[in-house]
């Protein structure tokens, strides 16, 4: 396991854009797999999007193909999330989550790091 740090969330109306950061809070060795997950209140914590080890796959949710862009890099293993077009339903904890593998998963199961998570608020 890792320890992960958010930074990025906020207010923002609708519309808008926000990047959140996701950074590993000491230099870690090995090929980890970063992803994003978010949980709005009263609701299950879900995917959101996925980036593999070197930054050739990525995954999103259906509900944030188009408007949201995982990346990552790896000089300062840190992988971003750009958020575009935000909406009233995208208001939530946005949670940072690793795991050292080659693989790339989208259920919480598959990761064991995880962040303090980051809120996001969007205003309509």
């Known amino acids: 396991q890792v320890q992960l740090v958010e930074s990025g969330g906020g207010f923002v109306q609708a519309g808008g854009s926000l990047r959140l950061s996701c950074t590993k809070s000491?230099?870690?060795?090995?090929?980890?797999?970063m992803a994003w997950f978010r949980q709005a209140p009263g609701k299950e914590r879900e995917f959101v999007a996925v980036?593999?080890?070197?930054?050739?796959?990525?995954r999103y949710a259906d509900s944030v193909k188009g408007r949201f862009t995982i990346s990552r890099d790896m000089a300062h293993q840190t992988a971003y999330l750009q958020m575009a077009s935000l909406k009233p339903e995208d208001t939530a904890v946005y949670y940072c989550?690793?795991?050292?593998?080659?693989?790339?998963?989208?259920?919480?199961?598959?990761?064991?790091?995880w962040g303090q998570g980051t809120q996001v608020t969007v205003s309509s």
């Open positions: 989550a690793a795991k050292r593998t080659q693989r790339s998963g989208t259920s919480t199961d598959f990761f064991d790091s």
């Open positions: 980036v593999n080890w070197n930054g050739d796959i990525t």
């Open positions: 000491e230099r870690t060795f090995g090929t980890y797999a």
